[in-house]
């Protein structure tokens, strides 16, 4: 009787599962991070160099046991060409100022994570602040391809 009934879950469970994965990018968050020797952790607090990261949200599949990268279909997608990161304050650099407002994205050194059900952007600021002291807000957004748009921000404590 036993094995009648784990045979009988085990016929549910893989003919609930789909061929096809259909994968929805709904929200993202924002946050700063440390990087200490590749290892990413979320901090409040920046003090040698800004690094932002964006955990875009996807809808996560009915099922993913036994799920290939070729049975994914991704329903939207971010168009690149709109993504910002956009802060409330002037931000130094050695030669120039970023007024506060605008889109300063250009600035940052992207890393893109895409994998499966995972989709990750890093940002480094890799370029040489000065005079940064106190609590900046940052704000990250981007249209999708579905027309939507997705955005999230995040106040971090800069000291350099």
């Known amino acids: 009787m036993k094995n009648i009934i784990v045979l009988l879950f085990a016929c549910i469970l893989f003919s609930s599962c789909h061929k096809n994965y259909h994968l929805t990018i709904y929200d993202v968050d924002f946050y700063p991070i440390s990087d200490t020797n590749n290892t990413y952790i979320k901090t409040p607090f920046l003090d040698t160099s800004i690094v932002l990261y964006a955990d875009i949200r996807i809808s996560p599949p009915y099922c ?95 000291k350099f």
């Not at 304050?89 to 120039?96: G, P, Q, S």
């Not at 990750?120 to 704000?139: A, D, H, P, S």
């Open 64 to 158: 993913e046991f036994g799920v290939r990268p070729d049975d994914i279909i991704r329903e939207n997608s971010i168009i690149d060409s709109t993504k910002s990161i956009i802060c409330d304050k002037d931000l130094y650099l050695e030669t120039d100022t970023l007024k506060a407002n605008t889109n300063i994205i250009k600035y940052f050194t992207e890393s893109k994570y895409d994998h499966d059900f995972n989709l990750n952007f890093i940002y480094y600021g890799n370029k040489k602040w000065k005079k940064l002291q106190g609590y900046y807000k940052f704000k990250f957004s981007a249209d999708l391809s579905n027309k939507k748009s997705i955005s999230d921000s995040c106040i971090v404590k800069l």
